[in-house]
C-alpha cells in the first residue's frame, strides 16, 4: 500500500515537472532543431574617418577644458583644409536575427542595422545572402529583413511569452563577438524590467549569457518557441555578466506583424504628457496611494483634448485595463486599436470619473503643444513663500531670463538652499503656472493659494511648474 502511494505521488510529482519545464538532460536536440533558422546578421556602412599618418590620428589631445583644447582644434582643421577631405571607410557591424517565415522574413534588432548601406545574413550552413529592409521601429529596436531569394528557408515559430514565467529555462542562440552559432541556456530571472531604453520598456531579463553580437537573436522557451529577441546587457566590463534583456514575443509580434503589412508601425495615440504620481503628489491630489499617470500636458487637438481630458487629470485605467504606474499607459495606449472607443476612467476633483475617448493614430511628428495664453503683471511686488523669491513677469524678467511674451504665470527668481521648494528642486528661472490646480498670474495670488493650502490641513501643496519648455507637477511640503 505504502508502495504504491509512493508510486502514486512520483508519477505526479514527474507529469507537474515535466509541466514546469523542468531542465532536460540535454539541450542537444533543441539547439539542433532550432539553429537553422538563426542566421547572423551582417551591415555596412561608410564612416567619415580623420585623417593619420604612421597610424595614429594627428590630432594633438588635450585635457578637457585645457586653453589648448581651441588652438589644437583650430591648427587641426586648418590642416585638414589644406589636405583636402578626409578618408572614406567601411565600417560593420555583427548581430544575429532568425527567420519567422519560409519565404525568409528575418528579425533583428534595428540598431543591428540602422544606417546601412549594405545587409547581408549568413546561415547557419554557412551560405550567405542579401536583404532588403521590410521596416523598422527605433522606439522598440526592431527591424524586419527579407532574404533576397527564391528558396524555401527553414524557420521557427512564436510563443506566448505572458505564459513565460520567472525561473522558467530559456536558450539563447546568436552571433556573440560574431563567432557565429553559439547557444546558451538560463533562465528567467525577472519580468516587465526598465531599463530606460524607450518608452515602451517591458524586458524580459535572463541570465542566459549574451554578449555583443548576440542583439537581434531568438530567445527560446523549452518547446523551441520564440518567447523573447535579445537586445542588451548590463555589464561592467562588456561581457556577459548574467543580467541580459529580451523584448517579449507578445510585444513584439503585432508591431513585426504592422512593419510586414505597411513598412512601419500604427500605435495608438491619447496626446498627453505624463509623470509619475509619488507619495507627495498622490497626498497634494487627494489620492489614496501613488497610482496611475498625471497628465502634465495635453496636445492642443489630440484624442485627449478633444474627448476631456485635462492637465492634472490622474489616467487610473484605460479600457479596462489598470494603470499602476506611469510607464504602463504609454504601452497599453500603443498596443490599442486606431479608433477604438475606450472607457479612461480619471481621478479628478476628488473622485473617479469615467470618460469615453477614441484613440488617435501617433502621427510621426507629435504636434506642438499649446502655448500658456499671454499674460503680464505689472507693478506686483517680490514675495517669499516655501523658500522662493518669487516675481511677476515683467518685461525686465522676460528678458534676463529669457522667456517669450506668450509665457504666463510667476517667476522664482532665488531659492532658499533648506527650505521645501529647494528639497523638491525648484531652482531660478521656474515658472510657476498653477497653484493647486489653479492658475496664478502674481506673486500674491500664488502666496495666497498657498495660504488657503495651509489653513485647509494639507501636508503639501501642488505646482505646475514650466522648465524649459517642459512642464510637470511637484508636490512641496507645506512649513505650517
Known amino acids: 500500500m505504502v508502495g504504491s502511494v509512493f508510486l502514486a505521488l512520483a508519477v505526479l510529482f514527474y507529469a507537474a515537472a515535466a509541466q514546469s519545464g523542468e531542465r532536460p538532460e540535454s539541450f542537444a536536440d533543441l539547439a539542433q532543431r532550432l539553429q537553422p533558422a538563426v542566421v547572423n546578421v551582417a551591415s555596412t556602412q561608410t564612416v567619415v574617418s580623420p585623417v593619420r599618418r604612421g597610424g595614429r590620428e594627428e590630432r ?9 583644447e581651441d588652438f589644437f582644434r583650430d591648427f587641426f582643421d586648418r590642416e585638414q583644409q589644406n589636405r583636402g577631405p578626409a578618408r572614406r571607410r567601411p565600417a560593420q557591424s555583427l548581430g544575429s536575427g532568425f527567420i519567422i517565415d519560409p519565404s525568409g522574413l528575418v528579425i533583428t534588432n534595428n540598431h543591428v542595422i540602422a544606417d546601412a548601406d549594405e545587409i547581408t545574413i549568413t546561415m547557419a550552413d554557412n551560405r550567405t545572402f ?13 527591424a524586419v529583413l527579407r532574404i533576397l531569394s527564391d528558396e524555401t528557408f527553414p524557420f521557427v515559430g512564436w510563443g506566448d511569452s505572458d505564459k513565460s514565467r520567472v525561473g522558467d529555462w530559456v536558450l539563447a542562440i546568436g552571433n556573440p563577438f560574431g563567432l557565429g552559432g553559439s547557444v546558451t541556456a538560463g533562465i528567467i530571472s525577472a519580468r516587465a524590467r526598465n531599463i530606460n531604453a524607450g ?7 535572463t541570465d542566459a549569457s549574451i554578449n555583443r553580437g548576440n542583439s537581434g537573436g531568438p530567445l527560446f522557451n523549452t518547446a523551441g518557441e520564440v518567447v523573447g529577441i535579445n537586445t542588451a546587457i548590463f555589464s561592467p566590463s562588456g561581457g556577459s555578466v548574467g543580467i541580459g534583456f529580451a523584448i517579449p514575443s507578445n510585444l513584439a509580434r503585432p508591431l513585426i506583424d504592422q512593419l510586414i503589412d505597411f513598412g512601419r508601425t500604427r500605435r495608438g495615440w491619447l496626446g498627453v504628457r505624463i509623470q509619475t504620481v509619488t507619495d507627495e503628489l498622490a497626498e497634494s491630489l487627494g489620492l489614496d496611494k501613488p497610482r496611475g499617470a ?50 479612461v476612467v480619471i481621478w479628478r476633483g476628488n473622485r473617479e470619473i469615467t470618460l469615453k475617448v477614441e484613440v488617435g493614430e501617433l502621427p510621426e511628428t507629435v504636434p506642438q503643444l499649446a502655448a500658456v495664453d499671454p499674460s503680464d503683471s505689472f507693478g506686483e511686488a517680490d514675495e517669499e513663500i516655501l523658500g522662493m523669491t518669487l516675481s511677476p513677469l515683467t518685461p525686465d524678467m522676460r528678458e534676463q531670463f529669457s522667456l517669450s511674451d506668450e509665457i504666463s504665470g510667476v517667476l522664482v527668481t532665488g531659492v532658499s538652499g533648506d527650505g521645501p521648494a529647494a528639497e523638491r528642486g525648484l531652482r531660478p528661472g521656474d515658472i510657476i503656472l498653477e497653484v493647486a490646480q489653479e492658475e496664478v498670474d502674481t506673486p500674491s495670488e500664488l502666496a495666497s493659494k498657498v495660504r488657503a493650502a495651509e489653513r485647509s490641513g494639507r501636508k503639501s501643496v501642488l505646482l505646475l511648474v514650466q522648465r524649459g519648455g517642459d512642464l510637470r507637477f511637484v508636490a512641496v511640503r507645506l512649513d505650517g
Open 60 to 68: 594633438p589631445q588635450a585635457p578637457p577644458g585645457s586653453p589648448f
Open 130 to 142: 542579401k536583404v532588403e529592409v521590410v521596416g523598422r521601429d527605433p522606439k522598440t529596436d526592431l
Open 199 to 205: 518608452p515602451y520598456d517591458d524586458f524580459i531579463q
Open 294 to 343: 498625471l497628465i502634465a500636458e495635453v496636445t492642443k487637438d489630440g484624442p485627449a483634448e478633444d474627448f476631456g481630458l485635462e492637465q492634472g487629470d490622474v489616467v487610473l485605467s484605460f479600457d479596462g485595463k489598470p494603470v499602476e504606474q506611469m510607464r504602463n499607459l504609454p504601452r497599453i495606449v500603443a498596443e490599442t486599436v486606431i479608433g477604438k472607443e475606450v472607457d
